[in-house]
């Protein structure tokens, strides 16, 4: 049976806590600011923040608040986010960025021109060329939430490092293991439901679309999309064909409704937004739902994901994920349902130095669940020598209320 790229379990609530290893090197140097829109001013979230000519790396919390580390000195940082033209500024230890929106301006034809399945096929065939021919050693950071309504009870994330093989459109050599993990969830005895996301930080394997042939870009599912061209788009100072797919067959499994991002000079994937078809819910339901108590009602309302490719030293990988999946729960015979909001994200935060696959006994596998092996740590210091996506501050203040129990 054909699966979203993560699925998830409703069960009943336990929660067991210990703590986690440490094994990492030192980050001794940091700089961080805010990334706000420089025409009105609001926080832009998920902004690529990097340091040129090195692999560390970050994004934007929903605040446009980061926090960026590296071993040696920081001199340059770069900003780069869809729809506004990049940065590349002198580091200092607080920075405010504005970032500028794109203008975009071609002509009528240039907007139209070209056949948008010709162009997914053509991007499709152009991988092997573009992206990583040599296997890879990557370090990432992965945040798992929960919200009941609008209270957060559930919070889990860890640092993982993830070995990618070459990109010939197979994941089998493929591995990820935990480095760093913890865990919060709420003892509060009427969050009697969890939700727990299966994977955990081998997503990064599951969610690399361009890699995973099992997912969308098979020669079946291919077969099943009508295909548009949408308006241009600049990411970063990059022109992107901007094509969207939408089921035009029917098949057993839920289809996605999507938008492709593709690099106009290199045909490469820069991103891809993609969100399940909920017109049929038992279809969506089977695609998303592992398990769930009996008696318990499990309605899915929304199911999306973001994926953003990023071109550094003249090939393409992956750099950032980020799921949102929206349902409802209820027992039967009780007249409200409560709504549950699942986020799942993760950052590619360095590329290590010597690609050493990751043996049996560490990896992580795809039917394992983060809730299960993360630690609880009180440490606030905890992540202090990592680059993770910084909480925002209602993040903050939902794990300091997990904290106390509240």
């Known amino acids: 049976?054909?699966?979203?790229?993560?699925?998830?379990?409703?069960?009943?609530?336990?929660?067991?806590?210990?703590?986690?290893?440490?094994?990492?090197?030192?980050?001794?140097?940091?700089?961080?600011?805010?990334?706000?829109?420089?025409?009105?001013?609001?926080?832009?979230e998920s902004v690529h923040v990097s340091i040129p000519g090195r692999h560390q790396a970050t994004v934007t919390n929903a605040d446009g608040y980061f926090v960026l580390k590296s071993d040696s000195l920081i001199d340059i940082v770069e900003f780069s986010f869809l729809g506004y033209r990049s940065r590349r500024l002198k580091a200092s230890e607080t920075m405010y960025v504005s970032l500028i929106?794109?203008?975009?301006?071609?002509?009528?034809s240039s907007i139209v021109t070209g056949d948008p399945h010709a162009i997914v096929m053509a991007a499709l065939d152009h991988v092997w060329d573009s992206y990583c021919t040599e296997p890879e050693l990557l370090k990432c950071f992965y945040r798992e939430t929960v919200q009941k309504r609008s209270r957060y009870t559930?919070?889990?994330?860890?640092?993982?490092?993830?070995?990618?093989g070459r990109y010939n459109r197979n994941t089998g050599a493929d591995a990820a293991a935990l480095e760093k993990s913890r865990?919060?969830?709420?003892?509060?005895?009427?969050?009697?439901?969890?939700?727990?996301?299966?994977?955990?930080?081998?997503?990064?394997?599951?969610?690399?679309?361009?890699?995973?042939?099992?997912?969308?870009f098979n020669e079946t599912d291919l077969q099943l999309y009508q295909y548009k061209m949408e308006m241009p788009a600049y990411i970063g100072d990059r022109l992107q064909f901007v094509i969207s797919m939408s089921p035009a067959g029917e098949a057993e499994y839920a289809l996605y409704n999507a938008k492709l991002y593709i690099d106009r000079e290199l045909l490469t994937f820069t991103r891809i937004e993609a969100s399940l078809d909920m017109s049929n819910k038992g279809k969506a339901t089977r695609m998303l739902l592992v398990s769930k108590p009996a008696g318990l009602r499990f309605v899915p309302e929304e199911a999306t994901i973001v994926i953003n490719y990023r071109l550094n030293g003249g090939k393409t990988r992956l750099e950032y994920f980020r799921t949102t999946m929206r349902f409802t729960c209820d027992w039967r015979k009780r007249m409200f349902r409560t709504r549950y909001n699942t986020v799942n994200e993760m950052v590619i935060t360095d590329v290590l130095p010597e690609a050493?696959?990751?043996?049996?006994?560490?990896?992580?596998r795809n039917s394992e669940y983060l809730l299960d092996k993360a630690y609880e740590f009180q440490d606030p210091d905890f992540w202090k020598d990592y680059n993770i996506i910084e909480p925002s501050e209602s993040l903050e203040h939902a794990i300091g209320r997990l904290r106390k129990g509240r």
């Open 183 to 216: 865990i919060l969830v709420s003892q509060r005895s009427r969050d009697t439901l969890s939700v727990k996301t299966m994977g955990g930080p081998t997503q990064a394997i599951t969610h690399d679309i361009v890699k995973n042939g099992d997912i969308i």
């Open 101 to 108: 929106r794109e203008n975009l301006q071609l002509s009528e």
């Open 356 to 364: 050493v696959p990751i043996s049996r006994k560490e990896r992580f």
């Open 154 to 164: 559930y919070v889990a994330e860890a640092v993982a490092r993830i070995y990618k």
């Open 1 to 44: 049976m054909r699966k979203f790229l993560n699925v998830i379990a409703v069960l009943l609530m336990s929660a067991g806590v210990a703590f986690g290893q440490d094994s990492h090197a030192k980050l001794s140097y940091t700089v961080s600011g805010t990334v706000t829109d420089s025409q009105n001013g609001k926080p832009l």
